[in-house]
Structures are given as structure tokens and as C-alpha cells.
């Protein structure tokens, strides 16, 4: 058997840049406010250093710049952590971005409460919530490596703004290059009856794994991945829906605004289902090693599985 590879999402944004280039994606050019180490674009600007812009500590500026490139044919990367991508820069991604539809591709790391040490205030949460009520806005939370590289690629063509969500933990690689991402398309990883686990980001590896876990119990659990969060794979979450009459989302973000409300408003309106949302409980996060918050506040295998028991 081979062995399980862990990257974070963030190396394969800093990897998948570069091969766009080396692809000859000629429109790209890569912004980022002083974090390129960080960010992992500093993987770009080392071999396309003419096509990558440090715009200083200034992340509402960046956004500014690269609505710029973007009205003059360019296609830029703006990159920052989630907190100040989302957060800080809100209004210009709002209104310099999102109002006039301008191609701008947002890549937005260091997300949730797997900053682990940097604690609450840049465990960002919220940035789902954010960006999904921009119209227009395609909000991506790709689940490992391959799928990463894919997304980062999938925007590029894109017509239109995207935000890309990554992440500073190494996680487990589980999709083999066979895999098509696609934006807008979910993807089902396990076939099941009793209960479908929805999932995107670090936590779909987690889903994975308490799916194996369900088997102890006699439980046959769906896992299904939904990387688009918006647009959101309606028809593959109903299908799955009403196949197995109970659905648990799984997210590391706050559980208003999220993965969980936007599966639970098109189930409610097209496919009425018992719903469980697992994401952080509407609170803010703290210090910590990563592995440990994920544990304490309830995003692992475990407490999925005592969840689906509990559910079913």
C-alpha cells in the first residue's frame, strides 16, 4: 500500500501558480501583501519574479491593484491570509471586485482554527459567510493537494471573481491525478444508505476516516465532497438526500453562513431533510496546536461518528 502523502493546501496555491506560468498562462500575475513566505507564492516569485507584485501590509490596497490588472486584461492572484483577505479587505473585494464582476482570483490561506498558535484573531471563520453574500462571488474550499492545484487552475479560466480558501495544516492526500475538478460539481467519495456526511477543506479527510469508523457500528454512511460551496452542487446534494433521509455537514467554519446553511437552504426549499450541522459552535477560537483545536472544538473523525450515532 502506499503511503499517505500530507500537504497543506497552501503549498499546493504557491505550486499550482507556478505551473500555470510554466503552462504559459500569459494574463497571470501574482499579488501578495507582504506574506509570499507565508502564502507560499514566494514558490511563484522565485521563478516568475517579474510577474509577482509585493504590495506591502496593505491588504485592502491589493485588492484595489489587482481590480486594476484585471480591468486591463490581466489575471491576478491577490493573496493573503483568510483573515485579511476576507475580513480586512471586505469592502474592496465588495465593491472593486465583486460590484463591477472584475476577474480577480482571491487566494486566501491560513483559514479557520487550524492557525492553531496564531489564535482567534486569525483564525478566520468567517470567510465563507463573507464572500458567499457578494454576487457573483465563487467561493472554492478545495480538500487536498491534487484537488488544490486543480481549483487554483479551474479559477484561472474562470471568467469572473473567485475566492480560494486553503489551508496552513498538512493534510492527507487522497485523490490520485486521475481526478477532474470542476467548479460548481461535488464529488462522491464513498457510497452510502443511512446518512450522508457532507464535507469540504481539511475535513472531508476526517469524514473519510469516520466513514471507516461507521462500518464498526453497521452504519453505511455517503461522504460526499462539495469543494464549491457556490455555486453550490444542488442536484448531487438532493440526489444524495433522498437517498439517505439524514444529512450531516461537515465544516471548519463558523456553522452560520457556511457549508452547513447553504446545504441546509437547498434542502429546505427543494428536499426538506433532518439536517446536523458540525462546525465551529459560533464562537471564537484560541491558541493552540492545531491537531489539539480541531479535537477540543469538535471537527474530527470522532466526533463525527458520535454525531451520526446520536443523528440516526
Known amino acids: ?45 522565485k521563478a516568475f519574479p517579474e510577474k509577482h507584485i509585493n504590495c506591502g501590509i496593505a491588504e485592502a490596497n491589493m485588492m484595489c491593484v489587482a481590480a486594476g490588472f484585471a480591468t486591463m486584461g490581466f489575471v ?24 463591477p464582476h472584475l476577474n480577480v482570483k482571491i487566494g486566501a490561506t491560513h483559514a479557520g482554527i487550524s492557525v492553531g498558535e496564531d489564535g482567534a484573531s ?13 454576487p457573483g462571488m465563487v467561493v472554492v474550499c478545495p480538500a487536498d ?19 480560494l480558501r486553503f489551508g496552513r ?22 457510497e452510502g444508505s443511512d446518512v450522508t456526511i457532507i464535507a469540504n477543506g481539511l475535513m472531508v ?13 453497521g452504519i453505511n454512511a455517503e461522504i460526499i465532497n462539495i469543494a464549491t460551496i457556490k455555486p453550490l452542487d444542488e442536484e448531487l446534494v438532493i440526489a444524495s438526500a433522498k437517498k439517505t433521509g439524514k444529512v450531516i455537514t461537515v465544516e471548519e467554519h463558523n ?32 491558541s493552540g496546536p492545531a491537531k489539539d ?8 473523525a470522532e466526533n463525527i461518528v458520535k454525531t451520526v450515532k446520536a443523528f440516526i
Not at 479527510?205 to 469508523?213: L, M, P, S
Request: glycine share 8%; proline share 3%; with cysteine.
Open 1 to 45: 500500500m502506499a503511503e499517505i502523502k500530507n500537504i497543506a493546501t497552501r503549498e499546493s496555491y504557491g505550486n499550482a501558480l507556478k505551473e500555470l506560468a510554466e503552462e504559459g498562462a500569459e494574463k497571470l500575475v501574482v499579488l501578495d501583501a507582504d506574506l509570499s513566505a507565508a502564502t507560499k507564492t514566494g514558490i511563484f516569485k
Open 76 to 99: 491576478p492572484f491577490a493573496s493573503s491570509f483568510a483573515m485579511f483577505a476576507a475580513g480586512r479587505a471586505f469592502e474592496q473585494v465588495r465593491n472593486s471586485i465583486g460590484y
Open 122 to 134: 486569525h483564525q478566520c471563520c468567517e470567510d465563507f459567510a463573507l464572500m458567499r453574500a457578494i
Open 145 to 163: 493537494d491534487v484537488e488544490a492545484k486543480q481549483a487554483v487552475k479551474a479559477a484561472y479560466k474562470h471568467e469572473g471573481p473567485v475566492y
Open 169 to 190: 495544516l498538512a493534510v492527507p492526500v487522497f485523490h490520485d491525478e486521475s481526478y477532474k475538478f470542476e467548479i460548481g460539481k461535488g464529488e462522491v467519495i464513498r
Open 205 to 217: 479527510a476526517e469524514a473519510i476516516e469516520a466513514g471507516k469508523q461507521l462500518e464498526k457500528y
Open 255 to 286: 456553522i452560520i453562513g457556511g457549508l452547513g446553511e447553504a446545504v441546509s437552504s437547498a434542502l429546505s426549499e427543494k428536499c426538506p431533510t433532518p439536517v446536523k450541522r458540525i462546525g465551529v459552535n459560533d464562537e471564537f477560537g484560541h
Open 293 to 300: 483545536l480541531l479535537k477540543q472544538f469538535g471537527l474530527s
